[in-house]
């Protein structure tokens, strides 16, 4: 029998509530979220050594969780270099290089597969509902360049697939599927995040704004698949 919140609704699974937030609040709150803690005792390992962070949390500074931070008790053991950060909405994330752990080493764990292609669609869902109020503000004749046809087919076409791929998560099917055989739900998420980059215009290339987001997504998708394992 499935257990009940207090209000009487089911508990939102994991990766509906990193979903959630990716799309609400932004990259590093998901990450947070899907990391598991503030400090996360073991850092998520990707096959290629390397992963993405969430650094300081705004609401929480008293919890540092920069990679290039002091140490203090509780915090990950592993070392790590800081290669990159990214000023995300919703906080900075940095790509970090993260040791490879050695035989039979427990303590550095990759992400869920299924909970990052969440995280992904939440990221992609929060660009769709951007670009919409972006192109609504921006007029076009007597209108605004949202109602025009041709845009509006295209945010339709983006909101299906989406929906789409929601419904194929939500029955399970990336459930327990290694890494390495997901990556073809990975390329139409990146496929989606571009289609909805080219909507927003020059607005889209902002390192700050949609076009770090996607390219956060993307990188997710690079850093934490195993590209040589899906050949």
Same mark, same amino acid.
């Not at 997504?217 to 040589?228: G, I, M, N, P, Y």
């Given at each position: 029998?499935?257990?009940?919140? !207090? %209000?009487?609704?089911?508990?939102? %699974?994991? $990766?509906?509530?990193?979903?959630?937030?990716?799309?609400?609040?932004?990259?590093?709150?998901?990450?947070? =979220?899907?990391?598991? !803690?503030? /400090?996360?005792?073991?850092?998520?390992?990707?096959?290629?050594?390397?992963?993405?962070?969430? @650094?300081?949390?705004? =609401? #929480?500074?008293?919890?540092?969780?920069?990679?290039?931070?002091?140490? #203090?008790?509780?915090?990950?053991?592993?070392?790590? +270099?800081?290669? #990159?950060?990214?000023?995300?909405?919703?906080?900075?994330?940095?790509?970090?290089?993260?040791?490879?752990? $050695?035989?039979?080493?427990?303590?550095?764990?990759?992400?869920?597969?299924? !909970?990052?292609?969440? @995280?992904?669609?939440? @990221?992609?869902?929060?660009? @769709?509902?951007?670009?919409?109020?972006?192109?609504?503000?921006?007029?076009?004749?007597? %209108?605004?360049?949202?109602?025009?046809?041709? /845009?509006?087919?295209?945010?339709?076409?983006?909101?299906?697939?989406?929906?789409?791929? !929601?419904?194929?998560?939500?029955?399970?099917?990336?459930?327990?599927?290694?890494?390495?055989?997901?990556?073809?739900?990975?390329?139409?998420?990146?496929?989606?995040? #571009?289609?909805?980059?080219?909507?927003?215009?020059?607005?889209?290339?902002?390192?700050?704004?949609?076009?770090?987001?996607?390219? /956060?997504? +993307?990188?997710?998708?690079?850093?934490?698949?195993?590209? =040589?394992?899906?050949?």
């Amino acid at each position: 029998m499935t257990p009940l919140t !207090a %209000s009487g609704t089911p508990p939102a %699974s994991p $990766g509906l509530r990193v979903r959630d937030l990716a799309r609400t609040r932004g990259t590093a709150p998901a990450l947070r =979220e899907l990391l598991g !803690a503030p /400090v996360p005792q073991a850092l998520p390992h990707a096959p290629h050594g390397f992963a993405l962070l969430p @650094l300081n949390d705004p =609401e #929480r500074p008293e919890r540092p969780e920069d990679p290039d931070g002091p140490k #203090r008790a509780g915090a990950p053991e592993h070392p790590v +270099e800081a290669l #990159r950060t990214y000023p995300l909405p919703g906080g900075p994330v940095a790509l970090v290089r993260v040791p490879r752990p $050695g035989p039979g080493d427990r303590r550095a764990q990759p992400f869920d597969p299924s !909970a990052l292609l969440w @995280l992904r669609l939440g @990221l992609a869902e929060g660009l @769709l509902h951007s670009c919409v109020g972006h192109l609504g503000d921006r007029p076009s004749g007597d %209108s605004t360049v949202l109602l025009q046809p041709l /845009v509006k087919a295209q945010l339709a076409k983006a909101a299906a697939e989406q929906a789409e791929f !929601a419904a194929w998560l939500g029955g399970g099917l990336a459930d327990g599927v290694p890494a390495s055989r997901l990556r073809r739900p990975h390329d139409r998420l990146t496929r989606n995040g #571009r289609a909805l980059l080219r909507l927003f215009g020059a607005h889209g290339f902002m390192a700050e704004g949609p076009g770090g987001v996607a390219h /956060v997504s +993307e990188l997710l998708a690079d850093v934490h698949q195993d590209v =040589e394992g899906a050949r």
